[in-house]
T-cell receptor
Framework: ETGVTQTPRHLVMGMTNKKSLKCEQHLGHNAMYWYKQSAKKPLELMFV???????ENNSVPSRFSPECPNSSHLFLHLHTLQPEDSALYLC?????????????FGEGSWLTVV | QKEVEQDPGPLSVPEGAIVSLNCTYS??????FMWYRQYSRKGPELLMY????GNKEDGRFTAQVDKSSKYISLFIRDSQPSDSATYLC????????????FGTGTQLKVEL
C-alpha cells in the first residue's frame, strides 16, 4: 500500500468510448502527477498539478483531459483514444517543499484501446 | 540524445552476487536522483534518492552519484531472487511540482 490508490486497475475501451481514470492520495501531499508507461519506453510525464493548479502539460494530446478537484484527487478523462494509447497510466503524488522531493506512485491503471 | 540513458538488460545474476546498475544523464540541471524498483504489473516503488555527488547506503542498497561525469549507479549486495524486477533511474527538478525524467529501466533477474 503506497498511499496512492488508482481505479480501475484494468480498462478496455473502444476508440469511440469515454472513460475516466481516478486517483486518490492519502499522504497529505500537495502535488499530483499523471505518467504514461509504454513497453520499452521510459515513463513519460503527462501532467503535473501543484496545489490543484496545473503546472505542466507535457504536449499531451487533447483526447487526454486531466481534472484535479482538490489536492487529494486526480482524474484523467479519456475520449476518442487510439490503439497506440494503450499503456500503463500511473498516478503519483509528492510534497512540494524543502523537506524532500519523494514521489510516490500508485499501482497504475492498465488501459487497452481496441 | 535521451536525457537519461539506461541499459534495458535483461541482466541475469546468481543469488548472492553484487549487482551494479548504471545510468548516464545529459541534463546538468538535475537537482536530485532517484532509483525505483518495479515488479511486473505493479507501480514503481522508491528505493533510494540522492541530492549530491557521493554514496548513500540503505541496507543492501548503495546509490552513487558522480555529477562530474553525469553517472549514477545502484549497487545491490547479496542479491536475492526477490530483487528480480525492473530498476528505473530518474533525474529530478523541483519547482511547480517535482518533475522526474526516467530511463527505460533495467530488467534484473536473480537466479537461485
Amino acid at each position: 500500500e503506497t498511499g496512492v490508490t488508482q481505479t480501475p486497475r484494468h480498462l478496455v475501451m473502444g476508440m469511440t468510448n469515454k472513460k475516466s481514470l481516478k486517483c486518490e492520495q492519502h499522504l497529505g501531499h500537495n502535488a499530483m502527477y499523471w505518467y504514461k508507461q509504454s513497453a520499452k519506453k521510459p515513463l513519460e510525464l503527462m501532467f503535473v498539478y501543484n496545489f490543484k493548479e496545473q503546472t505542466e502539460n507535457n504536449s499531451v494530446p487533447s483526447r487526454f483531459s486531466p481534472e484535479c478537484p482538490n489536492s487529494s484527487h486526480l482524474f484523467l478523462h479519456l475520449h476518442t483514444l487510439q490503439p497506440e494509447d494503450s499503456a500503463l497510466y500511473l498516478c503519483a503524488s509528492s510534497q512540494e517543499d524543502r523537506s524532500g522531493n519523494t514521489i510516490y506512485f500508485g499501482e497504475g491503471s492498465w488501459l487497452t484501446v481496441v | 540524445q535521451k536525457e537519461v540513458e539506461q541499459d534495458p538488460g535483461p541482466l541475469s545474476v546468481p543469488e548472492g552476487a553484487i549487482v551494479s546498475l548504471n545510468c548516464t544523464y545529459s541534463n546538468s540541471a538535475f537537482q536530485y536522483f532517484m532509483w525505483y524498483r518495479q515488479y511486473s504489473r505493479k507501480g514503481p516503488e522508491l528505493l533510494m534518492y540522492t541530492y549530491s555527488s557521493g554514496n548513500k547506503e540503505d541496507g543492501r542498497f548503495t546509490a552513487q552519484v558522480d555529477k562530474s561525469s553525469k553517472y549514477i549507479s545502484l549497487f545491490i549486495r547479496d542479491s536475492q531472487p526477490s530483487d528480480s524486477a525492473t530498476y528505473l533511474c530518474a533525474g529530478g527538478l523541483t519547482g511547480g511540482g517535482n518533475k522526474l525524467t526516467f530511463g527505460t529501466g533495467t530488467q534484473l533477474k536473480v537466479e537461485l
